[in-house]
């Protein structure tokens, strides 16, 4: 087994459109569009998991790590919504925009360059979040291994990928990048797709326990991303540690 989850082709692409991060109209539009659903997934879950009261800051003395986190597009409203937040990225590039974006607002986040399997931390975190990160990763048996490891008892991994269908590489490789062109061409590559079972498989294998899974969609009439039954495209988990 590698004993590294980094792979230098995807992490050197992505460290070459660093500084679009933030434009809502760049290469990461798609992402911008995922944000409010995905936010809101994160907050729905935490906030049932630990019996959190409502408040403006739900998330507050919430441990929360970001892997994968790229310029901060989860990290910043996680922090926003009260949780201490550590976002990781093997991007140098990457981590860089991110810290600057948060600097320029005034949000304390904890931004280092370092993959899970590297992270020098004795602390343990209540909530992991590898939001489209694993179809990126070089051994995903080994990455959910180490975040894992990186949680705490009872804690929350929340995951969302790409399901390996012929409809994903229809939707998402085809259509994405090559007729909408959403993303740049070579953005994902389908054989790094996982289907969920597998993914659960693994996840079970390290004391993760399925506790949601459930579909996206894109809305097209009302321009947006939503929840969806259908899983044969891009699907978002929440996993509990046992």
Not at 23 to 30: A, R, V
Not at 80 to 108: M, Q, Y
Request: aromatic share 10%; glycine share 4%; hydrophobic share 40%.
């Amino acid at each position: 087994m590698k004993s590294n989850t980094i792979n230098k082709k995807e992490i050197e692409k992505f460290s070459k459109m660093a500084s679009q991060w933030w434009n809502p109209n760049g290469k990461f539009k798609p992402l911008h569009k995922f944000n409010p659903v995905r936010i809101k997934y994160i907050k729905d879950g935490i906030i049932k998991h630990f019996k959190i009261k409502s408040s403006t800051q739900p998330l507050k003395r919430i441990n929360i790590l970001d892997i994968g986190c790229g310029g901060g597009l989860l990290s910043e409203p996680m922090c926003r919504l009260g949780a201490n937040v550590v976002g990781i990225d093997a991007s140098k590039n990457n981590i860089e925009t991110a810290k600057f974006h948060a600097k320029k607002n005034s949000l304390k986040i904890d931004y280092l360059c370092s993959s899970p399997e590297v992270l020098k931390t004795k602390k343990k975190f209540d909530v992991i979040l590898n939001m489209e990160i694993i179809e990126h990763v070089e051994n995903v048996n080994f990455f959910i291994k180490k975040s894992s490891e990186l949680l705490k008892k009872n804690g929350l991994m929340f995951v969302a990928t790409l399901n390996k269908t012929f409809k994903s590489y229809v939707f998402a490789i085809v259509g994405a990048e090559y007729i909408l062109q959403w993303l740049p061409i070579g953005t994902h590559d389908w054989e790094r797709f996982i289907k969920p079972e597998d993914l659960i498989k693994i996840s079970k294998k390290n004391r993760l326990e399925l506790k949601k899974l459930d579909g996206l969609k894109f809305d097209i009439l009302n321009n947006k991303w939503d929840l969806s039954n259908d899983t044969s495209v891009n699907y978002i988990t929440k996993f509990k540690k046992n």
